[in-house]
């Protein structure tokens, strides 16, 4: 740990990411010194997560009035403790607390990784409320009061204000509070098998795709609907194409737009996470020369570059109405795709011993 006029900054390696989490946990493994090959990639990082999912949700009262998200919901503790490291969370309403157990891991070394509020971080320039954004705190300056901030979507170290982190770090807006939650990791020595892991991974993000409920974002409005999973996949390709009777011609024009930057821009990693894991998927593939790896990669890959389809029609030119119908029509291909990526997934997913034996 290197002092900066006499206040403490970690060394810290860092690469731009296309996933908060998945971007930030990649730059604490290569910081731990742990990997495979050398330090993984944020591919490999994202599928070994297990985090596959979808949820989608129409509601008025959300703004834009839809809600499309490709990943579960517990990557940052999931991911760790596959790779056999400890994981706390803390969490609290107190400002001074928050801060406090964050200053304590930077004076022992130790990056800490936080959920900040994007619409609260002044170097990202957005509007939109999204609470649960990762972003990783490597120093502090008590004389300037900043601290040394590491983002995904940044190539450096930001200086932010301690007021400004302390409102990202305490918003109560969407989707839920952020509470100043603290993910506390404690690496191992060394990382497990990466073939049981990446077949644990799959496992889980297959169980994840099956499983029917509805989504955990929604106000219970008569109006609005919902689900996750392949319940979600055929839910949005069947109601995509009923928005014009749902939408006026200029909330139309929102949603669309919205619709694009859910699935390419959102820290998706481009294609609504399915990128992300077919390019872990194919390194898993190349690691340990599992072919049903390679098949996973293949059927992440065509559900990728079908949702980034979804994603161009709907920003193409042309009047809202013209996009939403070049939009719908490309989107009755997925849930067959996903269906593929599901199966691929279950097979990927058993046990090399099992696998062995079969």
């Known amino acids: 740990m290197a002092l900066t ?85 803390h969490a609290t309403d107190d400002a001074h607390e928050g801060w406090a157990v964050v200053r304590e891991a930077i004076d022992n070394g130790r990056p800490a990784l936080v959920w900040a509020d994007i619409s609260e971080l002044p170097y990202l320039r957005v509007r939109l409320q999204m609470s649960r954004h990762d972003i990783v705190v490597i120093g502090y300056d ?40 603290y993910f506390d990791i404690t690496w191992p020595d060394r990382l497990p098998d990466l073939a049981s892991a990446a077949a644990e991974a799959f496992a889980q993000a297959a169980a994840a795709m099956s499983s029917s409920g509805g989504p955990s974002i929604t106000t219970g409005r008569a109006s609005s609907v919902g689900a996750t999973g392949l319940t979600a996949v055929d839910l949005f390709a069947e109601d995509i194409a009923g928005w014009a009777s749902v939408f006026d011609d200029e909330v139309l024009d929102l949603v669309l737009h919205g619709l694009g930057a859910f699935i390419e821009k959102a820290g998706t990693g ?74 691929a997934l279950e097979i990927a997913g058993t046990s090399p011993d099992r696998r062995s034996d079969s």
């Not at 403490?8 to 996933?19: E, M, N, T």
């Not at 990943?71 to 991911?79: A, Q, V």
């Not at 990728?304 to 109405?321: H, I, K, P, T, Y």
Request: aromatic share 6%; charged share 25%; hydrophobic share 40%.
């Open 5 to 89: 006029d006499g206040n403490p900054v970690i060394d810290y390696p860092h690469r731009r990411g296309g996933h908060c989490g998945s971007g930030a946990i990649r730059d604490l493994l290569e910081w731990a010194g742990l990997g495979w090959d050398g330090p993984p990639d944020e591919g490999l990082v994202f599928a070994l997560s297990g985090s596959l999912d979808l949820s989608y949700v129409r509601d008025t009262t959300l703004m834009p009035p839809i809600y499309l998200v490709g990943r579960g919901g517990d990557l940052e503790t999931d991911l760790p403790r596959r790779l056999g490291a400890t994981v706390s969370v």
């Open 142 to 181: 008590d004389e300037r009061h900043l601290a040394h901030v590491v983002d995904n979507d940044r190539d450096d170290v930001q200086l932010v204000p301690y007021e400004a982190l302390a409102r990202a770090r305490a918003s109560r807006g969407f989707p839920v509070p952020t509470r100043h939650t």
């Open 270 to 343: 481009g294609g609504l996470f399915r990128r992300l894991l077919s390019q872990g998927a194919a390194d898993v593939a190349r690691l340990t020369g599992d072919t049903r790896a390679d098949q996973v990669a293949t059927a992440a890959h065509r559900c990728a570059e079908r949702w980034s389809l979804v994603a161009s029609r709907a920003r193409q030119e042309g009047s809202a109405r013209s996009r939403l119908h070049a939009a719908a029509g490309v989107a009755t291909a997925l849930p067959d795709l996903e269906r593929e990526l599901v199966r």
